[in-house]
T-cell receptor, first 113, second 110 residues
Framework: KAGVTQTPRYLIKTRGQQVTLSCSPI?????VSWYQQTPGQGLQFLFE???????NKGNFPGRFSGRQFSNSRSEMNVSTLELGDSALYLC????????????FGPGTRLTVT | QKEVEQNSGPLSVPEGAIASLNCTYS??????FFWYRQYSGKSPELIMS????GDKEDGRFTAQLNKASQYVSLLIRDSQPSDSATYLC??????????FGAGTTVTVRA
């Protein structure tokens, strides 16, 4: 079974621009979560989607948004990029059963200049 | 208070020794507990999950959970250089959000 895929793998943007990242979960998984990972803050939860509904959101500004499509694929968008948004953005999928075993994709490395 | 706290590293162990990693969590309602391994430059990889008190063994890894003490640990027996990585403890409180600790970096000396 194929794993979680994320595109693009690397991205360089300038301040003020916006970016859209894509995630395709493992086949059959209906929950997709997004995380931001930086050396200083570690892994921080952004939001989680299940059946196209956002079930939970972390403490990030409204510039960070996401959505999930009917095929469980998900996108996250960051508008008005800031230098501090440079990070590894990770997507994880799970069956959304009670176990919440999440499997991560390879991530998108975003650099904001 | 952070939701999930891990013992500060880095942790250096000789090859063949036992590496012991500890994690405490703040939400007593948490039901699911996970250990992830993350190699430098890679994404986290799920290595263990545990849901009930006691020990769970998988190969050279043993996870231990004590809900009364809000404590979960990971033992790596017969440590190998390939075990050198950052280990992340993750806890699932009942709000659909997985909370991660800061991680403990383990170095296995040959």
């Amino acid at each position: 079974k194929a794993g979680v895929t994320q595109t693009p793998r690397y991205l360089i943007k300038t301040r003020g621009q916006q970016v859209t990242l894509s995630c395709s979960p493992i086949s059959g998984h209906r929950s997709v979560s997004w995380y931001q990972q930086t050396p200083g803050q570690g892994l921080q939860f952004l939001f989680e989607y299940f059946s196209e509904t956002q079930r939970n959101k972390g403490n990030f500004p409204g510039r960070f948004s996401g959505r999930q499509f009917s095929n469980s694929r998900s996108e996250m968008n960051v508008s008005t990029l800031e230098l501090g948004d440079s990070a590894l953005y990770l997507c994880a999928s799970s069956l959304a059963s009670d176990t919440y075993e999440q499997y991560f994709g390879p991530g998108t490395r975003l650099t904001v200049t | 208070q952070k939701e999930v706290e891990q013992n500060s590293g880095p942790l250096s162990v000789p090859e063949g020794a036992i590496a012991s990693l500890n994690c405490t969590y703040s939400d007593r309602g948490s039901q699911s507990f996970f250990w992830y391994r993350q190699y430098s430059g890679k994404s986290p990889e799920l290595i263990m999950s545990i849901y009930s008190n006691g020990d769970k063994e998988d190969g050279r890894f043993t996870a231990q959970l004590n809900k009364a003490s809000q404590y979960v640990s990971l033992l790596i027996r017969d440590s190998q250089p390939s075990d050198s990585a950052t280990y992340l403890c993750a806890v699932n409180p009942p709000d659909y959000k997985l909370s991660f600790g800061a991680g403990t970096t383990v170095t296995v000396r040959a």
